[in-house]
């Protein structure tokens, strides 16, 4: 019913609920009416409008709708607001880079209850794991670690076989340290059939769920 309205920028939405309130939209809907205010969007705009009216509410009760999707888009969170891009890799001349090993250690440093691993490999990843590992030790963090445990072509061990290697091979070459992490896996990526098996491609690091970095990996 609304989705007309999204076309609408928010003075639009304003003008277009005044017009509704005391207006000549007040006296009745009119193409002519709708045209002055959303331009090349009046069509949309003027089906939107019939369908809220259709109801049977008054025209300015359609008022109040029409300023609250202008609330509402005016208390969005500009996204500019909570997201940084990190860009790594080889300096270039005017843009600004960053590394990602340290963005990640901020924000394990910064965590206070929770850290949650999402990877599709396990790859040079001690120094970050030794990290995690004394917070859990120290200030009792609780680390989740979501990992693809991948049933490698021609492999037809047991599932449970191939989890157990995992496991040991996690333990001793990434993991030495006492109090390991939660680890999960989809069952899926240990189908023997290839068209049913999953593949983990996220790259992430989230802290206590309102910081993450999201990281794009070849």
Not at 1 to 17: D, E, I, P, T, Y
Request: net charge neutral; with cysteine.
């Amino acid at each position: 019913m609304f989705k007309g309205l999204q076309n609408l920028s928010v003075s639009g939405l304003r003008a277009l609920a005044a017009s509704l309130r005391s207006g000549p939209l007040s006296l009745g809907l009119s193409h002519h009416a709708v045209s002055q205010i959303a331009g090349t969007s009046a069509l949309q705009v003027f089906d939107a409008l019939s369908e809220l009216l259709a109801t049977g509410i008054a025209p300015q009760h359609a008022a109040l709708v029409v300023d609250a999707i202008a609330d509402a888009r005016e208390s969005a969170i500009d996204p500019a607001q909570i997201l940084d891009l990190v860009l790594s890799g080889p300096e270039v001349p005017g843009i600004t880079t960053g590394d990602t090993l340290t963005t990640i250690r901020s924000l394990i440093a910064e965590a206070s209850r929770e850290v949650f691993m999402i990877g599709y490999a396990v790859h040079n990843a001690k120094p970050i794991f030794e990290l995690l590992a004394s917070r859990i030790a120290k200030d009792n963090l609780r680390v989740i670690v979501c990992i693809e445990i991948a049933r490698r072509i021609g492999d037809t061990s047991l599932d449970s076989e191939i989890v157990q290697r995992f496991a040991l091979e996690f333990r001793q070459k990434h993991w030495p340290w006492p109090y390991p992490p939660d680890v999960y896996c989809d069952p899926c990526s240990l189908s023997p059939d290839p068209v049913r098996r999953s593949r983990l491609h996220a790259t992430c690091v989230i802290a206590d769920r309102p910081k993450a970095i999201v990281t794009a990996a070849k």
